[in-house]
């Protein structure tokens, strides 16, 4: 457990390959996106999960807010300029659910913490 959490905590090797993987499912085209949950919950578990690693190693929460947020924002502003046959648009229900997810991550990472020390 303890390889776990010096891993979140020292390093961001998984929080910028997190991050990057996110990226690469928001711009695919959609009939091309795997068989999961529908879009809102997936943007919500997403930015959930990239919350919680990058706070986990950055261990500011208003640092990791802005950096999230603003690359939620971006994400649906590449994809309302993808092409068409993409799919994709500009939806603020996705900004939405990419920040309930990001206090989500918060909450996870404020028990996690918790409980470590």
């Keep these: 457990m303890q390889k776990l959490v010096d891993f979140f905590y020292t390093k961001s090797y998984f929080s910028v390959f997190l991050t990057l993987f996110v990226a690469f499912l928001c711009f695919m085209p959609s009939e091309n996106l795997p068989e999961g949950p529908d ?13 919680f690693s990058w706070l986990m190693y950055q261990k500011s929460y208003l640092k990791t807010f802005w950096m999230m947020a603003t690359f939620a924002v971006l994400i649906e502003i590449v994809q309302y300029l993808l092409p068409e046959h993409f799919h994709r648009s500009f939806d603020l229900w ?24």
Excluded: R
């Excluded at 879009?39 to 919350?51: E, Q």
């Design 39 to 51: 879009d809102k919950t997936a943007h919500f578990l997403a930015f959930g999960a990239l919350s």
């Design 94 to 117: 996705d900004i939405f659910a990419d920040v309930l997810g990001i206090f989500i991550g918060f909450v996870v990472g404020l028990v996690l913490n918790k409980l470590i020390k």
